[in-house]
């Protein structure tokens, strides 16, 4: 089993909907989770980062964690054109080794 | 603007040929990272670096080696022995401490 699963997608939504993008990991130790939006031929940038289980938003982007079910989620409000990218999570245990754990990845497209 | 750069940002290597991938930052980061990125796959770790003239091998270090003579640079070098070298290379520095990164842009290698 990976440590961490994603569904790779692809996804594709209108504009204006609410989209979730969800992973599941298999190690409790983990304690700080990312979300990483990537662009075709780009790097990945990173859109939200969360320590331990709760919530946090930023803009029309909401992050859950539920350590108890080992299930992180990215909510997109009134999603737009521009938000077409690959989503990736990525997670750690906050050693000082830096070892990122990644999902494969979402790919999303937002059409007009 | 700090950041990473990362160059060329399209390479070609032919067969039997060893090749050296660029990456420079001037964020004052400590730790840096090389990840190989497939098609519809996630992040694999192939090297990283925690301070100057140290480094450890990741995931998929067969094939590749690295050096870390200052703190701003990681050059990556793929060489013949790696066999399957078409992808689309990352390097990363730590940003904080949850191990959340930065990346560059990416270099995509391509075999001719």
């Known amino acids: 089993q990976k440590e961490v699963e994603q569904d790779p997608g692809p996804l594709s939504v209108p504009e204006g909907a609410i989209v979730s993008l969800n992973c599941t990991y298999s190690?409790?130790?983990?304690?700080?989770f990312m979300w990483y939006r990537q662009y075709s031929r780009k790097g990945p940038e990173l859109l939200m980062y969360t320590y331990s289980s709760g919530n946090k938003e930023d803009g029309r982007f909401t992050a859950q964690v539920d350590k108890s079910s080992k299930y992180i989620s990215l909510f997109i409000r009134d999603s737009q054109p521009s938000d077409s990218a690959t989503y990736l999570c990525?997670?750690?245990?906050?050693?000082?080794?830096?070892?990122?754990?990644f999902g494969r990845g979402t790919q999303l497209t937002v059409w007009p | 603007d700090g950041g990473i750069t990362q160059s060329p940002k399209y390479l070609f290597r032919k067969e039997g040929q060893n090749v050296t991938l660029s990456c420079e930052q001037n964020?004052?980061?400590?730790?840096m990272y090389w990840y190989r990125q497939d098609p519809g796959q996630g992040l694999r770790l192939i090297y990283y670096s925690q301070i100057v003239n140290d480094f450890q091998k990741g995931d998929i270090a067969e094939g590749y080696s690295v050096s870390r003579e200052k703190k701003e640079s990681f050059p990556l070098t793929v060489t013949s022995a790696q066999k399957n070298p078409t992808a689309f290379y990352l390097c990363a520095s730590n940003r904080g401490p949850g191990q959340e990164k930065v990346f560059g842009q990416g270099t995509r290698l391509t075999v001719v």
């Open positions: 990525a997670m750690n245990r906050g050693s000082t080794l830096g070892r990122l754990y």
């Open positions: 964020l004052n980061h400590d730790a």
């Open positions: 190690n409790s130790a983990f304690q700080y």
